[in-house]
Structure formats: C-alpha cells, structure tokens
C-alpha cells in the first residue's frame, strides 16, 4: 500500500493520544523476540544433551570420529560466521535509513546462509552414502535431528531475509523498518550463536 | 499493533554499538578464533589437558562476542540479557544436572 | 481497520454502546479486514482479549466435561471387582486420554481463559501486546485439542500414561495412531502455550497503566506472570521430547530403541524436566486468584503482599531444580536421589508461606461466606492435604514404597482437583459478574461448593488407603481374593471413590445449571461492584466495554480500586476507611473525562488460518506427507498475509469523515 510512508511519518502525531508507550520504553518486538530466543535454548540445550549422551552409541565404523570431514565443516561454520557480519551490517545500514545497503547486506547474508545450508546437504549426502542413514544407530539419529533442526532454522532464516529484502523494496514494511531488520538480525545471530556451539561441541570435540 | 510505534527515533549508532568498522574487526577476531579452534582439534596430542578447557573457552568467547556486541546485548536493555540469561541458564543448569545424573562426566 | 470509538457525547457516555467499526478502503492482504462487531463472524475473527477470554473459558468448561466422563468410565470399570465396563485396552485409553484432557486442554486454558481477561483489566491495558498472537494461540489451542481427540474415532486414542513413558510409546507396543495423535496434539497446544506465554509477558512488563509499578501489580496477575515464565521455558524442553517421540515412531529414528542402545530415562527426564514446572504452572493461577479472593471476602489487605508475590516467585524458580523426584524409582544412584528429595523438600517452604499468608489474611477479618470465599477456603484445606502428602513423596525410601500406586494419584488430584480446580471455580464465581454482567445463583453456587468438596474428598481420599494397600495406578480390574479384609479392604473404598466421583459430577452439574438458571431472561443485572472488590478490573463497566478503560486508569497504591472508594481518616500506623465514592461514581468519574481517540486493533483472518495449518500438518505427519506440505503452503500464505498486514490502521483510518456509514453505526 503506497500510504506506509505517509503512515510512518505521520506516526509521532498519533502516538500522542495513542496512548501506546509501553512501561518501561522498551520495543514489545524485541522484548519478545528475546523472550523467544531464551525459550529457544531449552529447545536446543535439550538437543545438543541428547546427542552428547548419544554420540559414542554406534557401528564401529560410523562414529563421529570416522565420518567428519573438519577442513569442510570449517569451511562452512566460516561462511556462516561471516554471514553474522553482513547481517550485523544490514542492521547497521537500516539503522542510518540506508535502504539500498540493507537490501544488499541482507541478500549477501541470505546468500550465504544458503551457501551453509547447501554445505550441510552435501554433507548429510556424504555421509548418507557412506552408509550413516537417520535409522542407522543413537549417534546417527540424535545427530541429523540436531544439526538438521538447526538447518531448518537458518532455512526460515533465510526465507524470511529474502521476504525482508523484497518487502523493504515494495516499501511494504508494517511498522519501524529499522526494528524489523534488527529483530531478523537477532534471530540469525541466534542460529549463529547455536552453530558456535555444535561446531566445537558437536565437531571438534572427539567423542 | 502498538508494538511497533514506541521505538524511538534517535536511532544513532552509539546506541546502537559500535561502528561499521568495529563490526569487522570483531568478525576478524572470531575468524581467527574459529582458526585456532580447528588447529586444537588437529594437536589434541601435543595440548593434553589443556585441549578441552580450551576448545571451551574459546567457545564461550566466540558465543559471547556475538551475543554482546553483534546481537547488541552490551548496549541495549538489562531487560533483554535477563529474559535471555534466564532462558541459557535454565538450560545450562537442567541439561548438565540431567548428563550428570546420566553418568555423561564420568567418562 | 482500528475500531474507533468516537468519544464525543454520544458513544463513550452510552453506557454500553456498541464501538463503530471504520473499513479500510484498501489493505496490505487480499481480503480486506473482518470488521464485523456481532455475530458468529466477530468471534472467529475477533482479537479481543476478553472475547478471546471467553472462548478459551467455554472451550476449557466443553473439555473438563469430556474428561469428566473419561473419569467416570474409570471409576466405573473399578468400583467393583473384575470391572466389565471397559476392556484393558479402552482402559489404557481412558487414562491417558482423562489426564492429558484435564491437564492440558482444561486446567492450563482454563487458567489462560483467566490470564486473558483479567491481565489486561488489573494492569489497565486496553488490549495484550500482541492481540494476533493472542487469537492465534486460542485457534491453535482448539485444534490441537481437536486433533487429539480425533484419535478416539481414528483407530483408538493414545494408551500410554499421561507421561507416556519410553520405550513404551514405541510403534511395538503402542501400534495404533494414539500416540502419534498425542504428540502431535501436545505439540500444537505447546505452541499456543508459548505464544501466549510471550504474550503475556510483555504485556505484563509493557503494556501497565501510569504508575503501577511492579509491586503494585494485583497478585493475579503476578502469579500469571511467574506462569508464563514457567511456560516460556518448560514448553521448548517438552517440544524437543515430542519431536523425537514423532521421529521414533513415524520415521524409524532410534531415540528410544532399548535394542539399539538407548536408555530409556532420556524420555523421562525431558518429560519431568517440562513436567515438574507443568505442576506450578497449573496451579499458581488458582494460588493467584485465591489471593484476589481472600481480602475481598475478608476485608483486609493481602497480608505480606511482598511475600506471596517472592515465594511465587520462588516456587517457580525452584521448580526448575525438583523434576527427578518423579524418578526416585527408576535407579538414579544415591547422590541424585538425595540432591532432589532435599530440594523438593525445600519447595514445601514458599508453599508454606503462601499458606500463612492467606491464613492471616483471614485473621480478624469481617468474612463474607460467600461462594467465591467458599472455594478459596477450600484450596487453602484441600490443597493442603494434598501438600503434606506430596512432602511424604520428598522422601525418597517412603516415595519408593508408594511409587505407581494409588496414593499417587490420590496425592495429584487434592493438589490438581483441590488446588488447581478449586481455585478456578472460585475465580469462575467471583468474575462472573466481571464477565457476562450478571451474579451466578449464590444458593445453587453453594449445593455446587458442598457437593464437590464432599464428592472430592469421598472420591480421593479413599484412594491414599487403597494405595498403601497396594493397589497399582493404571490396573484395569482388581480381584476379590486381593482386596484385604476389614477396614482396608480395598473393594470398599473403590466403591466409596466411585460413589464419590458421581457425588461430584453433580457438583458439577449443578454449577452448569447455576448457569442456565442465573442467565434466564429477567434475571437481574448483576451491581457494578457486587463484593466490595479492591483491585483494577472493577473500575470498569460490567462486562466492560470493548476498550476496557474510557480514560487510561493512573494507578497510586495496590489495590488502586479500594483506595478509591475509601479514604484513610486514622492518624499514623491506625487506618480507618471511609467510604468516598461508590463504584458507579467512580466509573461515571472516567466515563466523564474519557479520551478522545481509542485506538484499538482490527480483527484479522490471519490467527485461525495459520492454527489451521497446523493440524493439517499433523494429519499429514500420520497420514500423508503431501498433506503435510500443503498444512506448510497454508502457514506460510498466512505469515506473509500476517507479516504485510500493517500493526497499526493507517491515517486514514481515523476520524472518518462524518456522514459516513461509520457515523451511523456508532450512533445506532
């Protein structure tokens, strides 16, 4: 709808009878968005845990130990490292109401959360082929739920930074533009902070 | 609905972290962290004891420097650090008391 | 897209005027927004937390009845020896299926029907902070219960405990759809729990009228809020065991295959580690709603406000550290065992102090019997019971001895039915004027009490004997030549419990025949301010109207309604109330001074498709994977219609120019 622009700057006149200023100044968006992301370190705590108690329960040939390939790993935990900095840049650009940086931060950050995820579909295919199927063994199963739900979230992650990107160039953005970006943002440091963890725990660590 | 209308106009960047630059520098650092955390993993030998206390410790490092400065958590609200420190204590504290109730350390 | 009130003379001043609706010319979705204001299409769509209130309420009441009736089935099968009425195998579902309802698909929304209407009246909130988020999580909460109970005409319901125990769920021993049903169920529900746990919770901390600072909150809604923190956190351990529960048994993961090296007590100690804070979060809300009651019908303060809201507080907190105390039998080691069994002793303390505190509260007091009091007495003894036998299971050699027998379950219901159940009645008769503006019957509200307090006690009471006579938990038929002689003979306190349980089916037949009876037409409209209340939501009207608050309440003291109504003349440390104003002057007072531009949200069809996708899905997780993508391609259309459609109505939305159609249906 072509009246966002005129919506938002019009915004300061409404607040005044509005009466929506919240308690304690803070943004309702982001006091959620934390909330959720707190909620998600149960979700992954609990998955991460079952893996550890899982990880040594396999063939003799299928284990940890056998099956990863660290200097590809690497290579892909990088790539989604980086693409916390895009991401952080992204936020930075809509901050300054830079629209053409955010989209461009946004894509490359997109681009390479796909680049990660297609990294981890070659690797569920390596391995797959080298016989460690969903079923095969405890090890097997706790690790592809863990690192696959996972995917999934940088998946969503990813999906929602294109829609982002699409929306701010259809200037489509309900609400604070610069808030929408840092509330992404938020959620893919997140799915970043998580691979932090699986890396070394799940990786580095010999089980 | 109301949710979004009370964030505030002044959206400089001390506020907001550091600058641009900061941000890269910060990248750079946790690329060389991940670096030498791959380099433990091949001179677990040689490193002994210190192998996992510092594959941890460089963990946490990395897991706190996103979480302080890329996700903002240092300059913004105490109100966010609580609801998230709440949520990884919880979690840190029940699934290490459930791993050790499993005999997870012993080994 | 806002509802606007047009606050001029005519509609804000109209004692119950219906809101106009403004139409958005154009909108962000394909549909332009629902904005009907009557009929069956402003519930489907509505966003409104007290329409919302309402329906978790009605659809709570619709479930306890279905799990009443599952109830009944069991004391039926038991009350006598070799019981006929149901097969081992309808048995198992009975149980399952009477826990999981009552739990989760009645106590928990029951509390949240309560938590919706009532947090954002006592905090002087016109809405929650995410009234989408809000209607989504009810949509979701019903269908998920709905796919649960489809189970029971889809090949047989779930059969494995309410704690539906690994290696057992497994597709061996469990091969129908039931449990898959279940956690599918469960999952769904789990979502609308975290959402509105969310929810909730910035609304709490955000959304609070001027001047009420934390500590002058009402306790409800502090006790909401320890819940939904209890929710935000315990609901995501849950989620993880569900998933693996589905992938174990729909696609062949191993979790929990015994043959592949699995170890069983993963299932358990993420079922406990969500189940034990699952315990408070079902029954902090009544504690919450106890403690409006009790100084009402005392006319007292709340005595040590402070306290009550930290042993909360702690109860919540401490919650965390208790849960393997539900596993003192399944051989932790000895350093577990006496970890926990010291910190669930510990726990008895905060309770403890809830308990003086409501005591002493009642100290001295000028106490009104009425049927709220009733059953807010009735937690504190029955509770109470239920509290000291739960002390009993804190030591670990005694809990071993009574582990998976019948005092355990004698044990669960004071504390869920005395504690939990009792309380939301009380909370049910003491808002009813609140909600629908008239008194529920006083005389049949007492036959309602006295019959379920007698048929409670006469139904759990006797099972503490027949559990430490031995008799197991979940046992479909116990024999003759079993049950002992004399006065623990177990086949007479297995009728007495059956006897008991339709004692208080009664009860509760009577409660909905109050109803009936208190809502005829020329029953009188209930007073503004029926008990003499003391917190916020009573300074609106009855029901209140739909934007709560005509003026923004500016909030001084605890208890702000009170101290409205009553000034303090005593000099020092010596209080002596003065009445000042009657609630209909104080009401008049904002309606008088109310403000000029109301902006509430719009109604959206985007909540209900998007919990309707989700029970899609889980059909497809059982049946057909396509489905399942087509449940995906359903959410996803409804995040992008959600995520586009604006926060707040635009400019244009406001003030609409007289004479329009607007016009006319505010002044109609």
Not at chain 1, 61 to 70: A, E, F, K, S, T
Not at chain 1, 109 to 115: E, N, S
Not at chain 3, 190 to 195: N, R
Request: charged residues 10%; negative net charge; glycine residues 10%.
């Amino acid at each position: 709808m072509a009246d966002t622009a005129v919506h938002d700057d019009t915004h300061a006149a409404h607040d005044d009878h509005a009466a929506h200023h919240t308690s304690t100044g803070l943004s309702n968006n982001k006091l959620a968005m934390w909330m959720f992301l707190g909620s998600e370190c149960l979700l992954f705590g609990g998955l991460i845990s079952t893996y550890m108690l899982y990880r040594g329960r396999h063939s003799a040939n299928l284990g940890p130990d056998q099956v990863w390939d660290i200097p590809f790993t690497s290579a892909s935990s990088f790539v989604l490292l980086m693409s916390s900095l895009t991401m952080v840049l992204a936020v930075s650009s809509a901050h300054r109401k830079d629209d053409r940086n955010t989209k461009v931060w946004l894509s490359v950050t997109a681009l390479l959360g796909a680049l990660f995820v297609a990294g981890q579909v070659y690797e569920f295919t390596t391995f797959y082929r080298e016989g460690l199927g969903f079923t095969t063994s405890l090890f097997s199963s706790s690790f592809y739920t863990l690192t696959g739900f996972h995917g999934v979230h940088v998946t969503v992650g990813i999906i929602m930074l294109m829609s982002l990107s699409g929306m701010i160039s259809r200037n489509k953005v309900p609400g604070d533009k610069a808030e929408t970006v840092e509330l992404f943002g938020l959620y893919w440091h997140f799915v970043d902070v998580v691979w932090i963890l699986i890396f070394t725990l799940v990786y580095l660590i010999p089980a | 609905m109301s949710s979004a209308t009370d964030t505030h106009s002044e959206h400089d960047t001390e506020s907001h972290g550091l600058s641009d630059l900061g941000y890269i520098k910060i990248a750079i650092f946790l690329a060389v962290i991940t670096a030498v955390e791959v380099v433990f993993s091949y001179t677990q030998e040689q490193l002994g004891a210190a192998f996992l206390p510092g594959l941890l410790i460089l963990m946490g490092v990395k897991f706190f420097m996103v979480l302080l400065y890329f996700m903002h958590l240092k300059f913004d609200s105490k109100l966010f650090s609580l609801m998230f420190y709440i949520g990884m204590g919880l979690a840190v504290g029940c699934y290490a008391v459930f791993l050790a109730t499993m005999h997870f350390f012993h080994s | 897209m806002a509802i606007i009130e047009r606050p001029s003379d005519t509609v804000a001043l109209a004692p119950s005027g219906a809101p106009a609706v403004a139409t958005p010319d154009t909108s962000y979705g394909v549909f332009r927004r629902p904005v009907h204001t009557t009929g069956w299409k402003s519930w489907l769509f509505t966003i409104d937390h007290k329409k919302l209130g309402i329906m978790y309420g009605v659809t709570a009441m619709v479930f306890f009845i279905i799990g009443g009736v599952e109830a009944l089935l069991i004391r039926l099968q038991l009350a006598g020896p070799n019981g006929t009425v149901l097969n081992a195998d309808q048995y198992n579902q009975m149980f399952t299926m009477h826990a999981t309802t009552m739990v989760f698909l009645f106590v928990m929304p029951m509390a949240a029907a309560f938590a919706n209407y009532m947090v954002p009246l006592q905090i002087g909130a016109r809405d929650v902070a995410f009234p989408r988020i809000n209607a989504f999580g009810y949509w979701a909460y019903l269908f998920g219960g709905l796919l649960l109970n489809s189970s029971w005409f889809l090949g047989g319901a779930a059969d494995g405990g309410w704690f539906m125990y690994a290696p057992n769920s497994s597709v061996v021993f469990s091969p129908t759809n039931g449990v898959d049903f279940w956690g599918l169920g469960l999952q769904i529900t789990g979502i609308a729990s975290l959402t509105g746990a969310i929810n909730l919770i910035v609304t709490v901390i955000n959304m609070r009228a001027p001047g009420m600072s934390l500590m002058k909150m009402p306790i409800f809604t502090w006790m909401v809020m320890v819940v939904q923190f209890l929710l935000l956190f315990a609901m995501p351990v849950i989620t993880v065991a569900l998933f693996m529960l589905m992938f174990q048994r729909s696609f062949d993961a191993t979790f929990f295959s015994v043959e592949a090296g699995a170890d069983p007590l993963l299932w358990q100690h993420l079922f406990w580690i969500f189940g034990h804070p699952e315990v408070y979060i079902i029954v902090l809300p009544s504690f919450g709603i106890v403690s409006e009651i009790l100084p009402v019908f005392s006319k007292k303060p709340l005595f040590g406000y402070p306290l009550v809201v930290f042993s909360g507080a702690a109860i919540g907190l401490v919650g965390w550290g208790v849960w393997a105390h539900h596993m003192f039998a399944s051989g932790l080691g000895p350093i577990s065992v006496a970890v926990f069994s010291v910190a669930t002793m510990a726990i008895a303390i905060p309770t403890g102090v809830k308990i003086v505190n409501w005591t002493l509260t009642m100290w001295g007091g000028k106490i009104a019997f009425t049927v709220p009091m009733l059953y807010a007495v009735g937690v504190i003894v029955q509770f109470t019971i239920g509290g000291l036998s739960g002390v009993t299971h804190s030591v670990a050699p005694s809990d071993t001895q009574q582990t998976d027998t019948y005092y355990i379950v004698a044990h669960f219901h004071y504390v869920i039915f005395g504690g939990a159940v009792l309380g939301l009645f009380a909370g049910l008769y003491y808002w009813w004027p609140k909600m629908f503006g008239k008194m529920l019957n006083e005389r049949l509200g007492k036959w309602n009490f006295w019959l379920t307090i007698v048929g409670m006690n006469l139904t759990f009471g006797p099972m503490h004997v027949i559990g430490l006579q031995g008799q197991p938990r979940r046992m479909y038929v116990w024999t003759e030549n079993r049950a002992g002689e004399g006065f623990f003979n177990i086949g007479f306190w297995n009728l007495m419990a059956t006897i008991g349980s339709f004692v208080l089916t009664l009860g509760v037949l009577v409660f909905l025949i109050n109803i009936y009876v208190s809502h005829r037409k020329g029953t009188e409209k209930a007073p503004l301010d029926p008990w003499d209340a003391r917190s916020l939501e009573w300074i609106t009207a009855n029901p209140p109207k739909e934007h709560n608050f005509d003026r923004l309440p500016t909030v001084g003291h605890l208890d702000e309604f009170f101290h409205r109504k009553y000034e303090d003349r005593g000099e020092g440390e010596r209080h002596d109330y003065h009445q000042v104003a009657t609630a209909e002057e104080i009401l008049a007072a904002e309606e008088a001074s109310a403000d000029k531009h109301i902006h509430l949200p719009s109604p959206s069809y985007w909540p209900i498709l998007l919990a309707f996708s989700l029970p899609i899905m889980g059909y497809g997780v059982i049946y057909n994977l396509y489905l399942l993508a087509g449940g995906a391609l359903l959410a996803l259309v409804s995040m992008y219609g959600w995520g586009m459609e604006p926060h707040t109505a635009p400019s244009d939305d406001y003030d609409p120019p007289k004479g329009t159609e607007l016009e006319v249906a505010a002044h109609g």
